[in-house]
């Protein structure tokens, strides 16, 4: 599977921001989804997931009530709603799926990455 992240750009805290994950390919609906972001000089870091049906939801705890992840199957695109944004929210902002039929714990690997797309957040 082939992901593309858009979406990202700069905002001030308090807002709100939609990231979009496009994937390629005719199974996209067997293949859980996530978010990763990486915040300058830090690593990566997990922000959210989804299963494949989009019945399960993770969150790190950092971003839980405030963000939501979802996917829409028969557009092949998970989304990312992002709301009351942080300046500490500023990152690059990745799409990533693990190999399919996976079922998403806490020590999946996520085999398939997008190109990053950047939130910044103003103080």
């Known amino acids: 599977v082939q992901l593309q992240a858009s979406g990202g750009g700069l905002v001030q805290a308090g807002g709100s921001l939609r990231l979009f994950c496009a994937a390629s390919?005719?199974?996209?609906?067997?293949?859980?989804m996530g978010w990763f972001h990486q915040a300058p000089g830090k690593e990566r870091e997990f922000v959210a997931a989804?299963?494949?049906?989009?019945?399960?939801?993770y969150y790190a705890d950092s971003v839980k009530g405030r963000f939501t992840i979802s996917r829409d199957n028969a557009k092949n695109t998970v989304y990312l709603q992002m709301n009351s944004l942080k300046p500490e929210d500023t990152a690059v902002y990745y799409c990533?799926?693990?190999?399919?039929?996976?079922?998403?714990?806490?020590?999946?690997?996520?085999?398939?990455w997008g190109q990053g797309t950047l939130v910044t957040v103003s103080s």
């Open positions: 989804i299963s494949w049906s989009g019945g399960s939801t």
């Open positions: 990533a799926a693990p190999l399919p039929d996976t079922i998403v714990v806490v020590t999946t690997t996520f085999d398939y």
């Open positions: 390919g005719r199974t996209f609906s067997s293949y859980a």
